[in-house]
T-cell receptor
Framework: GDSVTQMEGPVTLSEEAFLTINCTYT??????LFWYVQYPGEGLQLLLK?????DKGSNKGFEATYRKETTSFHLEKGSVQVSDSAVYFC???????????FGTGTRLTVIP | KAGVTQTPRYLIKTRGQQVTLSCSPI?????VSWYQQTPGQGLQFLFE???????NKGNFPGRFSGRQFSNSRSEMNVSTLELGDSALYLC????????????FGPGTRLTVT
């Protein structure tokens, strides 16, 4: 079945460090891929998305590229800030469907 | 535009009781999806409604049910509550029949004692 495998956390980084959170997926066809972020006590916010192979999603300094050959969608940011501390979820949706399959989430803590 | 709203935000129920959670989507959005979030199982899809019809359903027992009204507001119901139903229940809305973005509400925190 469809699934998302996400890098285990938690991840602790110093401010201005480089961030990578790995995400790979299993799905038939051509899913759309997403990164969502959840701040403490809040719901999920869409961070970025990519709907076809080789697309690069970007937002707020975060980037991820849809790599069909490696079935991956790794999240990167060149310089993290304390305000980036949150839980990050990789997700996919199948073509023609609105339901999302989520990874387990990666908790990021950025220390000053 | 107002975001997705969910009521109540917090709820405490006893085993065996039933509960109804409510979700109001963003104005103009016609698709509503529900998710359960627990520390052990993570985020799991419950069901999705579009124009009052359930289009997709996740792998949950029949105790979990939902519906959508003509104004796109949605409710989900859990009957015969079990301790394992304690979770954050998230609702998300999307503009159309197939959308690339879902907008999430803050969730309802259900505690079953």
């Amino acid at each position: 079945g469809d699934s998302v495998t996400q890098m285990e956390g938690p991840v602790t980084l110093s401010e201005e460090a480089f961030l990578t959170i790995n995400c790979t997926y299993t799905a038939t066809g051509y899913p759309s891929l997403f990164w969502y972020v959840q701040y403490p006590g809040e719901g999920l916010q869409l961070l970025l998305k990519a709907t076809k192979a080789d697309d690069k999603g970007s937002n707020k300094g975060f980037e991820a590229t849809y790599r069909k050959e490696t079935t991956s969608f790794h999240l990167e940011k060149g310089s993290v800030q304390v305000s980036d501390s949150a839980v990050y979820f990789c997700a996919l949706s199948k073509t023609g469907a609105n339901n999302l399959f989520f990874g387990t989430g990666t908790r990021l803590t950025v220390i000053p | 535009k107002a975001g997705v709203t969910q009521t109540p935000r917090y709820l405490i129920k006893t085993r065996g009781q039933q509960v109804t959670l409510s979700c109001s989507p963003i104005s103009g959005h016609r698709s509503v999806s529900w998710y359960q979030q627990t520390p052990g199982q993570g985020l799991q899809f419950l069901f999705e409604y579009f124009s009052e019809t359930q289009r997709n359903k996740g792998n949950f027992p029949g105790r979990f049910s939902g519906r959508q009204f003509s104004n796109s507001r949605s409710e989900m119901n859990v009957s015969t509550l079990e301790l394992g139903d304690s979770a954050l229940y998230l609702c998300a809305s999307s503009p159309g029949e197939v959308s690339y973005e879902q907008y999430f509400g803050p969730g309802t925190r259900l505690t079953v004692t």
